[in-house]
T-cell receptor
Framework: NAGVMQNPRHLVRRRGQEARLRCSPMKGHSHVYWYRQLPEEGLKFMVYLQKENIIDESGMPKERFSAEFPKEGPSILRIQQVVRGDSAAYFC??????????FGPGTRLTVL | EDQVTQSPEALRLQEGESSSLNCSYT??????LFWYRQDPGKGPEFLFTLYSAGEEKEKERLKATLTKKESFLHITAPKPEDSATYLC????????????FGIGTKLQVIP
C-alpha cells in the first residue's frame, strides 16, 4: 500500500522560472494538504484541497502561488516567477475524512 | 487562533536516559492532538493521535499523554535511533479545521 508520493524530490529553478510540485495521495484518501517548511522552522499550512475543490487557501500567498487537485491525476502546487525566498521544503499530506494526515517525503526547492 | 508551543527546543540525552517532551496548546475545542517524528530530509511520520484528557498511547519506547492544556511525549530508555525532531499538532472541533503545528523538539540521543 503505497504512501503519499511527491515528485520531484529536489527541484532547482532560476529566479523568474516556474516550479511545479506534484503530490499523489495515499490510496483511499481524498483530502490533500500542502505545507511549507523552512530550516529550523515549523510546518506552515498553505492550502487544503479535495477533488476539484479548494477548501482552504488561507495560508497561501495571494500572488504567484496556486494549487489544484483535478478529478484525475495528482495534486499540483504551482509557483510562478520564483524568487529566492521561495526556497524551502514543500510537503504534501493526505487524509481520509476527519482522520490523521500522512505526509510525503517532500520536495526541496532551491531558487538560484 | 490555535497555538502550539513545544519545549525544550532541543534536548540531548545519553542512551538509556529517560525524559519527556512538552507540548502546550491553546485551542477553542480539541478534536485531536497529534505527535509526529521527523528525520532530517524526510517528511513527518505519524506517531499518535490523542482525543481527550487522560488518554494515553504507547509505541515501543514512546508514550504520549494528554491533559486539557498540554501533552507529554515520554521517552523511556532512548536509543540513538530515537534521535529526530518530534512535532506536536492540534486540530480544533467544528467541521473542517486546519491542523496547527509546533516548531518541534530536536532530540539527540548519544551512545
Amino acid at each position: 500500500n503505497a504512501g503519499v508520493m511527491q515528485n520531484p524530490r529536489h527541484l532547482v529553478r532560476r529566479r523568474g522560472q516556474e516550479a511545479r510540485l506534484r503530490c499523489s495521495p495515499m490510496k483511499g484518501h481524498s483530502h490533500v494538504y500542502w505545507y511549507r517548511q523552512l530550516p529550523e522552522e515549523g510546518l506552515k499550512f498553505m492550502v487544503y484541497l479535495q477533488k476539484e475543490n479548494i477548501i482552504d487557501e488561507s495560508g497561501m500567498p495571494k500572488e504567484r502561488f496556486s494549487a489544484e487537485f483535478p478529478k484525475e491525476g495528482p495534486s499540483i502546487l504551482r509557483i510562478q516567477q520564483v524568487v529566492r525566498g521561495d526556497s524551502a521544503a514543500y510537503f504534501c499530506a493526505s487524509s481520509g475524512q476527519l482522520s490523521e494526515q500522512f505526509f510525503g517525503p517532500g520536495t526541496r526547492l532551491t531558487v538560484l | 487562533e490555535d497555538q502550539v508551543t513545544q519545549s525544550p527546543e532541543a534536548l540531548r540525552l545519553q542512551e538509556g536516559e529517560s525524559s519527556s517532551l512538552n507540548c502546550s496548546y491553546t485551542v477553542s475545542g480539541l478534536r485531536g492532538l497529534f505527535w509526529y517524528r521527523q528525520d532530517p530530509g524526510k517528511g513527518p511520520e505519524f506517531l499518535f493521535t490523542l482525543y481527550s484528557a487522560g488518554e494515553e498511547k504507547e509505541k515501543e519506547r514512546l508514550k504520549a499523554t494528554l491533559t486539557k492544556k498540554e501533552s507529554f511525549l515520554h521517552i523511556t530508555a532512548p536509543k540513538p535511533e530515537d534521535s529526530a525532531t518530534y512535532l506536536c499538532a492540534v486540530q480544533a472541533t467544528g467541521g473542517y479545521q486546519k491542523v496547527t503545528f509546533g516548531i518541534g523538539t530536536k532530540l539527540q540521543v548519544i551512545p
